[in-house]
């Protein structure tokens, strides 16, 4: 039975000042706490204005984008699964999701319905839609089919349903890996596979392991340990390139071992000597003075100098997983010192693709994966300071700011911004969203501090995040991961919490579920809403 405990604001405060100490571990439990607060009214700054603007993005940009006619997503001008569907498209979901619901369930949600009526090809594997022709393109080769919907699956659908979980989109997936795997042409020592493209495998690697813990189906690990057994039986697999367009195989190898740690150990043993092998000649070959890797991987031993990649974080990503997997801490020291050098003069500002929002947003990106595991102070000061310089742009008032573009380069800076505030959040969302809204969280321990604003007053929800690897995904572990919202603070949907209301002086006790469902909420004027979220010490 859910209780609300009314007392008087002296005592709630002793109580959660209690708790902060303890948990902070810092002699002075007010000092403490106000740090804390402090922290979380920072963050609410930070992602108030990020998602705001991202609110803006949408209505005023994105959402005018999809066409009356097709419901399709026009977002650079045309319907393909290369770059619209792959890039444009999931972002669209993620800023639906987390700032308009309604708009997620009505036109954006319609996008899928639209692209599934109008163009699939080969069973359900699609084609790129003629807007002047007002039909699907019917002269695509095999090679490009393949390509397009291996990036759409991975680019795309996934990311949408690390968040949504077992939706439509997830439907889709599914139904396209099943359609691309059953016309599967290319031979192998191992079976059939749909391509010998780097690129396109390791998509598919990350695509069907994640299949398979969805859905117990064992045909996506047998169709994945093809690929991993396609690359890792010479022992010797090293990719060349360490950006974008060939480095996915690197986190996808690193999930296939990973997953394969927990349901085939004799298989994984054999995979973790290749991989490792392959993490081992990158760290050898790829790297530069601090640890950040470069474009292509050298013949000779580094540090090198030279083009950095900007998917430094996404390759990492792979040797968190490794370490995950055999029990051990390989790798974690390494990433933890290039977190630490991002500190240097040099990263600031660093021209990843020129001036291009892609190289920045990618480069944070992957930061952020990694700070999810491997906090250091230095990378957060540096994921901040490159988002407000030159990804979120908050220097410049909302009402009047730049607007992102909705074309593939420009949505993936609106992904990275979303990503940036939920980090700030704890991956809480306020519901319905407003632009005068600020929201941020500090975590402490087992608990998490919230601060609440609005310029005027407020009604809504907070919904709190749960453990989708577990939930949605199916992961026994939390696996280091691309194409993802990292999780911050997650609730057990049984799990009994406490709801400490530091103004109102009042505590009530909610179950995961009910919180994860939304906990309502008042802010009143311009008083900000103080919440502390705690496992209640009694029953």
């Known amino acids: 039975m859910i209780r609300t405990i009314s007392v008087t604001a002296g005592i709630i405060l002793v109580l959660s000042l209690c708790v902060s100490a303890a948990l902070a571990g810092e002699p002075n439990a007010e000092d403490a706490m106000e740090k804390q607060f402090a922290q979380a009214a920072k963050s609410a700054e930070i992602a108030g204005y990020s998602l705001s603007k991202v609110h803006r993005w949408l209505h005023e940009k994105a959402l005018k984008q999809i066409e009356p006619e097709t419901k399709l997503y026009r977002a650079d001008g045309k319907w393909n699964y290369r770059d619209t569907a792959a890039d444009c498209y999931p972002f669209l979901v993620w800023a639906a999701y987390v700032v308009d619901e309604e708009a997620l369930n009505g036109p954006v949600r319609e996008v899928l319905h639209a692209e599934i009526k109008l163009c699939n090809h080969l069973d359900r594997i699609p084609a790129p ?14 090679d490009d089919m393949v390509f397009q919907a291996s990036e759409y699956v991975k680019d795309g659908l996934i990311a949408i349903v690390e968040v949504t979980g077992k939706d439509e989109w997830f439907t889709r997936m599914k139904g396209i890996e099943e359609d691309l795997w059953k016309h599967a042409r290319i031979d192998t020592p191992f079976g059939k596979i749909p391509s010998t493209n780097t690129e396109v495998n390791g998509e598919q690697l990350q695509a069907l392991v994640r299949l398979y813990t969805m859905t117990g189906e064992r045909k996506f690990l047998t169709w994945a340990e093809r690929l991993g057994d396609y690359y890792l039986s010479s022992g010797d697999f090293v990719p060349k390139r360490l950006r974008d367009h060939g480095c996915e195989i690197i986190g996808g190898l690193g999930l296939l071992l990973g997953v394969e740690s927990r349901v085939n150990p004799k298989k994984a043993q054999k995979y973790a000597k290749a991989i490792k092998y392959m993490l081992d000649e990158i760290l050898l070959r790829g790297l530069n003075e601090d640890g950040l890797m470069i474009n292509m991987i050298s013949d000779k031993p580094g540090p090198h100098e030279g083009r950095l990649s900007d998917g430094w974080g996404y390759n990492y990503v792979g040797n968190l997983c490794y370490d995950m997997a055999v029990g051990e801490d390989v790798y974690r020291g390494q990433v933890r010192q290039t977190l630490g050098k991002l500190a240097k003069p040099m990263y600031k500002n660093y021209q990843w693709e020129g001036s291009s929002i892609d190289g920045f947003a990618d480069s944070i990106e992957g930061a952020i994966y990694l700070l999810n595991r491997v906090p250091v102070e230095e990378g957060f000061a540096w994921v901040d300071g490159e988002m407000a310089g030159n990804v979120a742009r908050s220097n410049e008032p909302l009402e009047t700011a730049r607007l992102w573009g909705t074309m593939k380069l420009e949505s ?34 087992s608990g998490l501090k919230i601060v609440l604003k609005a310029d005027r007053p407020w009604k809504g929800k907070l919904i709190f995040d749960i453990p989708r690897h577990r939930l949605y995904m199916g992961f026994e572990k939390d696996w280091p991961r691309m194409n993802t919202l990292p999780e911050w603070f997650t609730v057990e949907p049984e799990g009994l919490y406490s709801v400490v209301d530091i103004r109102a002086g009042t505590i009530v006790r909610r179950r995961g579920k009910e919180l994860r469902e939304g906990l309502k909420v008042e802010v009143k004027g311009d008083r900000d809403l103080l919440l502390l979220i705690e496992r209640p010490h009694f029953r």
Do not use: C
């Open 129 to 142: 839609y003629d807007f002047e022709k007002k039909k699907k393109v019917e002269n695509i080769s095999y």
């Open 412 to 445: 993936n800076g609106v992904r990275t911004v979303i990503m940036h505030a939920l980090m700030h959040t704890r991956g809480l969302i306020a519901r319905p969203w407003r632009r005068d809204l600020k929201l941020g969280a500090e975590q402490t321990g």
